[in-house]
């Protein structure tokens, strides 16, 4: 994916290219729990407060609540290097799927070559049948297109999905925040959960598609750190039929949190304990209830443990979730007002688009700040009252 993989070569006069600083990564987050909507130049002006941490490889956004007209369909974002590569795609979706509609995503001209990309909203089709599949349980829909995702990305050639959920999508790319925020006109949308990264990964090609966040279904991470596990976790993972074709570590998170949550119907407290379990050492000193608790997680679910310095924010249909490493290697902060929740790499992000929050702080080490849709949003939102996770 020749377009996909331009990033050094394209954006070498940009002076912050010439030196890599590992450490960089800003993200950022912003959920009403009343599902109220807000616009996308406020998680825009957030993320990009932090420039200093960006390099112009990399950034993107992911919106919660953006397709209320179309909140039964799956929403797939695509990007395409060619012509070729949407045909390919489009038979395959055809053969698969009931497309409701389809068109290009809206973008602004920016005067470089990019990929093009498009917005399917879909359901899933018996197959042998041109008739909808739904006598198919929602875990069965949901899995038909975790599989229908994986066979685009690993089988055709310059196609790739951003994002696969409902009411909900990732927009995403090479550039500084406020150059991808400019080309898909993230102003023009309203969500009630947003959030942002201005980062390529560290160690692997900046090319569009692996720009922050990673997406399958409505889970969405943007990660600032690195995973020295990826491997044991790649392996994992692909024992139960996923497969890593990003490009980097933090792909992994997205698809444990699919497996753990969705497959293992996990809670979300559960998988932040299996992400960033504590130290044996620690587990050692605990009540005999939770030190048996702690090494069955640890022994059940080891590999599914995240190594390395990290925070992330996690986007879900029901929520936002922030997470720090066991020994907090990565920065952290979280801000409340009233129903709005804020979280983000540092204070000034916060205080940039909340001047004067009710609270702010920096969660301790392996403990998750998870923030919940009331349960009159969720269903205006998403038309059911089913469990949030």
Not at 77 to 94: N, W
Not at 190 to 211: D, L, Q, S, V, Y
Not at 295 to 302: S, T
Request: glycine letters at 10%.
């Amino acid at each position: 994916m020749e377009v996909f993989r331009q990033g050094y070569e394209e954006f070498a006069h940009i002076p912050s290219v010439e030196v890599k600083d590992i450490s960089g990564c800003g993200l950022a987050g912003i959920i009403n729990t009343d599902g109220s909507l807000v616009g996308g130049a406020k998680i825009a002006d957030a993320i990009q407060i932090m420039h200093d941490r960006g390099n112009g490889l990399g950034a993107g956004f992911a919106a919660y609540g953006i397709y209320p007209e179309f909140k039964d369909f799956y929403a797939l974002h695509l990007m395409y290097d060619d012509e070729k590569a949407r045909e390919e795609t489009e038979e395959i979706l055809e053969k698969r799927v009931t497309i409701e509609q389809r068109g290009g995503i809206p973008t602004r001209h920016i005067g470089r070559k990019r990929p093009f990309f498009f917005v399917y909203f879909v359901k899933p089709r018996a197959q042998k049948s041109i008739v909808e599949a739904e006598e198919y349980g929602e875990e069965k829909k949901d899995e038909f297109i975790v599989r229908m995702c994986m066979k685009i990305n690993r089988g055709v050639k310059g196609s790739f999905v951003i994002s696969s959920g409902k009411n909900m999508g990732v927009f995403k790319g090479i550039g500084f925040p406020e150059e991808i925020a400019n080309l898909f006109r993230i102003d023009e949308y309203e969500a009630f959960c947003w959030t942002a990264h201005n980062r390529f990964p560290t160690n692997t090609p900046g090319w569009w598609g692996g720009a922050h966040p990673f997406c399958l279904l409505d889970w969405t991470v943007v990660h600032n750190g690195e995973i020295s596990s990826y491997g044991t976790n790649k392996r994992y993972l692909e024992m139960y039929g996923y497969r890593c074709t990003q490009l980097t570590d933090t792909e992994v998170i997205a698809y444990l949190l699919d497996l753990l949550a969705r497959r293992h119907k996990l809670p979300l407290e559960m998988v932040a304990a299996c992400f960033a379990p504590p130290l044996w050492e620690e587990i050692e000193n605990m009540d005999e209830d939770k030190k048996q608790f702690y090494q069955k997680l640890r022994m059940i679910y080891g590999s599914c443990m995240l190594n390395g310095p990290f925070s992330i924010l996690v986007g879900f249909k029901g929520g936002l979730v922030g997470l720090n490493d066991r020994i907090k290697l990565r920065p952290l902060m979280v801000g409340k007002k009233e129903k709005t929740w804020y979280m983000a790499s540092e204070e000034a992000a916060v205080k940039h688009i909340c001047p004067n929050p009710d609270k702010i702080w920096a969660p301790k080490a392996g403990e998750p700040v998870i923030v919940r849709l009331e349960k009159d949003a969720y269903r205006e939102l998403y038309g059911k009252s089913e469990e949030r996770i």
